[in-house]
């Protein structure tokens, strides 16, 4: 995920990154913090999350009858005594002298007590406590991170959608064959994705200059992550050139159709 982020050489540069429970580990909050980026997981059990790992500056029977108590203090001078330390681990992501996956196993491989990986985890849990509190507090925050998460599982819907042969299940020998197989349905799935997204933005076009202003807004609520339209089976051809689509007609047919959006559609 954060090598991901680093290495992002598009014009898109994205300030925030969403996933699931799944995708969250000790030091992702830190890391992308640091970077700039923040981090905005949904979790399962927010109130779970909330009742063991929300932290605070000062000790929790300071905090009086507070609705939210955090369940311990945060050792601000481990972080102080160790920060040395941690930027030499932020420079060499910075310089890519080594990836997440590398610091992550060799922080693994320490003592528990260690005093960097607790420094490092210590900063996350200030940095995670800080967003725990705005996710509860701020309803376009719960909003937006579900609606990002709904992007990446309608992707990757797409592509088990594309990847049907064998019920979708891996049959290869050789891990040349799988990483073959698995740019090819990322390919076939990015071609659907680019083609919607076409159609879309030439419709959009067409219902502003129309000032058709209420159908063009609901044309950006619009995923481009959709498949209902395409014909996954069959055999695919490369080696001829097929005839050029024509997304005006496409986009003529389109304009006086009504469009609808929920949670499956909806960007």
């Not at 990154?17 to 992308?32: M, P, Q, V, Y």
């Not at 932290?55 to 905090?63: A, L, R």
């Not at 891990?175 to 990015?190: F, G, K, T």
């Not at 496409?250 to 009504?258: F, G, K, M, N, W």
Request: proline share 3%; glycine share 4%.
């Amino acid at each position: 995920m954060f090598d991901i982020l680093l290495n992002n050489t598009t014009n898109i540069q994205p300030e925030i990154h969403s996933t699931d429970t799944h995708g969250a580990n000790e030091i992702n909050f830190a890391l992308l913090h640091l970077f700039g980026y923040q981090f905005a997981p949904r979790y399962k059990d927010l109130f779970d999350k909330v009742r063991t790992c929300l932290c605070g500056f000062k000790h929790p029977s300071q905090y009086g009858d507070a609705i939210l108590m955090p369940v311990r203090k945060a050792q601000k001078e481990l972080i102080i005594n160790e920060w040395d330390n941690v930027q030499r681990i932020i420079v060499s992501l910075a310089l890519k002298a080594t990836t997440q996956s590398t610091i992550v196993s060799k922080l693994s491989a320490y003592a528990r007590n260690n005093r960097t990986k607790r420094a490092l985890w210590e900063y996350d849990n200030i940095i995670q406590s800080l967003y725990l509190l705005n996710y509860i507090d701020s309803a376009p925050l719960r909003q937006n991170v579900q609606r990002a998460v709904n992007r990446g599982e309608n992707y990757h819907q797409l592509r088990r959608a594309v990847s049907y042969a064998n019920f979708g299940k891996l049959r290869f020998r050789t891990e040349y064959e799988q990483l073959l197989w698995s740019e090819c349905s990322r390919l076939i799935a990015n071609c659907i994705i680019y083609y919607n997204a076409t159609i879309l933005s030439h419709l959009l076009a067409h219902k502003e200059n129309t000032g058709y202003k209420c159908g063009a807004d609901l044309v950006k609520e619009v995923s481009p992550v959709a498949w209902q339209h395409i014909n996954l089976y069959g055999r695919y051809e490369f080696r001829q050139q097929p005839a050029p689509v024509d997304v005006e007609e496409i986009v003529r047919e389109l304009a006086d159709v009504q469009i609808e959006t929920d949670s499956t559609l909806a960007a």
